[in-house]
């Protein structure tokens, strides 16, 4: 197999502590990596499960990856596209029933707010939108219902 014919990715999870107190006591809080990145991302689990409020976790990051999949994705078809995109932010939202079973994210919105600069369509602006959600390699990669409520905005000037 050829190294272009398959994508890589390793991560280390990395918890020491003691769970010798049960379920109530021990401490959620990990760290992950990504080789070569030598950084570490501090993480815990949702405070509803007795996390860390102030440190990311799980279900975030599943968030995070989507939103930041969907805009790179977005932000690739529109440079070949000769789009000029000169803002972008999603105010992403996931839901998690715990009434579900098995307990699971159900659904994820994107709610990017796109600014495009030019003479263009918001009709050809929403279907690189589509475009790019159909290409999107992590929404590709879950079951989870992802919708997207994009706000377009076109500046001619």
Request: proline share 6%; aromatic share 6%.
């Amino acid at each position: 197999m050829s190294d272009h014919s398959i994508h890589h990715y390793a991560a280390t999870c990395e918890w020491r502590g003691s769970t010798a107190a049960g379920y109530e006591n021990y401490d959620r809080s990990h760290q992950l990596t990504a080789p070569p990145v030598t950084q570490s991302l501090p993480m815990s689990s949702d405070p509803a499960f007795r996390g860390k409020p102030e440190l990311l976790n799980p279900e975030q990051l599943l968030l995070m990856a989507a939103a930041s999949c969907q805009m790179l994705s977005f932000l690739a078809i529109a440079a070949r596209s000769h789009l000029n995109v000169v803002e972008y932010r999603d105010q992403a939202e996931g839901f998690m029933p715990m009434d579900d079973k098995p307990v699971r994210i159900t659904r994820i919105i994107l709610k990017p707010r796109v600014v495009v600069k030019g003479e263009v369509r918001e009709e050809n602006v929403r279907q690189i939108m589509h475009t790019a959600h159909a290409q999107c390699f992590i929404a590709n990669s879950l079951k989870t219902a992802i919708e997207i409520v994009p706000e377009i905005i076109i500046r001619t000037a």
